[in-house]
């Protein structure tokens, strides 16, 4: 089945600082979605993308469904302390019945 | 707006009890999915319903899992005997369409098997 990369595992940065995530996939994707999960919540919709080199924003989010439909990036820029929590990404092959497949997912730290 | 609201949000029981996880989809929505996470393997898709019938059970760990949807704006996963395994959180999602539309997920159950 196909499987989604996203690493490091951890990622920390101080306030104010911009980051970046990438998540490869060995499969092509037809769908990319960034999800956003704080403790004791399910997660939370950031952006969605459908077309391949598409670039979205979201406020301080932009990410991008890469050339390749094999990667996505997702960026915050001028981070807050509210931005901690984990990152996961999500990909759709192409097909009516296709799941989504979700990576393991980023744990962002940001320090104040 | 009322997301996906699931109940219990914790539960925690022995092992060989029934357990019954609820959810109520986002009124509207026709797509209802059922994940399980840990921290060993992520975010697993259960099983998914369109228009209350279950599509694909394919994640189903086994015949101990079952779920229904016995119609638009509520679903159960149930399992029976559990295992201290089954220990994990449970959410619940759903769409308006099908598996190519963004899911909401509801606020998960947290679920401890002794």
């Known amino acids: 089945g196909q499987q989604l990369n996203q690493s490091p595992q951890s990622m920390f940065i101080q306030e104010g600082e911009d980051v970046s995530m990438n998540c490869t996939s060995s499969?092509?994707?037809?769908?990319w979605l960034w999800y956003k999960q704080d403790p004791g919540e399910g997660p939370v919709l950031l952006i969605a993308l459908y077309k391949a080199g598409e670039l979205t924003s979201n406020g301080r989010l932009t990410a991008q469904f890469g050339i390749t439909r094999k990667d996505s990036f997702l960026n915050i820029s001028a981070s807050i302390p509210s931005d901690v929590g984990i990152y996961f990404c999500?990909?759709?092959?192409?097909?009516?019945?296709?799941?989504?497949?979700f990576g393991k997912g980023i744990t962002l730290s940001v320090r104040p | 707006d009322a997301g996906v609201i699931q109940s219990p949000r914790h539960e925690v029981t022995e092992m060989g009890q029934e357990v019954t996880l609820r959810c109520k989809p986002i009124s509207g929505h026709n797509s209802l999915f059922w994940y399980r996470q840990t921290m060993m393997r992520g975010l697993e898709l259960l099983i998914y319903f369109n228009n209350n019938v279950p599509i694909d059970d394919s994640g189903m760990p086994e015949d101990r899992f079952s779920a229904k949807m016995p119609n638009a704006s509520f679903s159960t996963l149930k399992i029976q005997p559990s295992e201290p395994r089954d220990s994990a959180v449970y959410f619940c999602?759903?769409?308006?369409?099908?598996?190519?539309?963004?899911?909401?997920f509801g606020d998960g159950t947290r679920l401890s098997i002794l």
């Open positions: 499969s092509i994707f037809n769908t």
């Open positions: 999602a759903s769409s308006l369409g099908g598996l190519d539309q963004p899911q909401h």
């Open positions: 999500a990909g759709q092959v192409a097909g009516a019945n296709s799941k989504l497949t």
